[in-house]
């Protein structure tokens, strides 16, 4: 597919003796919203992690926006910048304001203004529904508030592609749905690519495009979230959904 925007071709990826990833194939469309998803330790977070060369892989390519991924320190700097990721546990900054954690990138990296940067900031506020939260400090916020924060922070970015790993799964259950919701409205108000390693299968059924079950470093199936959920093939599919839903 020429115009894809991530494209991996026979990923592999060791840590020491460990085959994390094993022959990983993955096309991914502008615009495609992707969730990921399969056991603990199947590699899920080392998958994504590569496309933003957090990790590094050993064997095969992986091209971002046309651009391979090597050592080259500028090419990578070059897919960063498009490439915003949320994780797990946040990672604000927690002795700077939500409103500074979100105008560091775009006046240092960005070289924007700091008015610029401020309103752009205050406009991705709005957007995750928390701008009255802008000059408290990130222990001050709930979880699920701190994670919008993060997400919006990833907006300011103006990226391309998102990479979320697992955004909610150290929330208290309460604060699931708030989070979920500001990644709808992502998925539908935007036309960005995203990449979603969750177990939230409502929101893999709302803004999914194809749904991705990996087992033991492999992509061992995927589908349209529908079939996907109603009709899994292969058996370690229909094991780990028997066991998450
Ligand atoms: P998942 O996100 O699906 O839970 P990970 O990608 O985090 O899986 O990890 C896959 C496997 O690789 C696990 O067995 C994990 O223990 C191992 N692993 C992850 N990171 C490292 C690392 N930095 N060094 C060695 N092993 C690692
Ligand atoms: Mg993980």
Not at 126 to 132: C, K, L, M, T
Request: charged residues 25%; proline residues 5%.
């Amino acid at each position: 597919m020429p115009d894809a925007i991530i494209r991996l071709e026979d990923v592999n990826k060791w840590y020491g003796q460990f085959h994390v990833l094993r022959h990983i194939d993955l096309t991914v469309s502008p615009g495609e919203r992707i969730v990921i998803c399969g056991p603990s330790g199947s590699g899920k977070s080392t998958l994504i992690r590569c496309i933003n060369r957090l990790e590094e892989h050993q064997q095969g390519r992986i091209v971002v926006e046309g651009i391979e991924l090597t050592n080259d320190l500028k090419q990578i700097e070059a897919i960063r910048r498009d490439v915003g990721m949320v994780f797990q546990h946040f990672n604000l900054f927690p002795h700077l304001t939500v409103l500074e954690n979100l105008t560091l990138g775009p006046v240092w990296v960005l070289k924007k203004s700091k008015a610029q940067a401020t309103a752009t900031a205050m406009k991705y506020l709005e957007r995750v529904r928390i701008p009255d939260q802008a000059q408290k400090f990130p222990g001050q916020l709930s979880g699920g508030q701190q994670q919008r924060v993060a997400i919006a922070r990833s907006l300011c970015m103006d990226p391309k592609i998102m990479l979320f790993d697992e955004p909610t799964s150290a929330l208290d259950p309460e604060m699931v749905k708030e989070v979920l919701d500001v990644m709808v409205g992502l998925a539908q108000e935007s036309g960005m690519t995203m990449l979603c390693v969750t177990h939230e299968m409502g929101f893999a059924r709302k803004v999914a495009d194809r749904v991705i079950f990996m087992d033991q470093g492999e992509i061992i199936e995927q589908n349209t979230p529908d079939r996907f959920f109603d009709a899994p093939e292969n058996e370690r599919t229909r094991l780990f959904l028997s066991q998450i839903l």
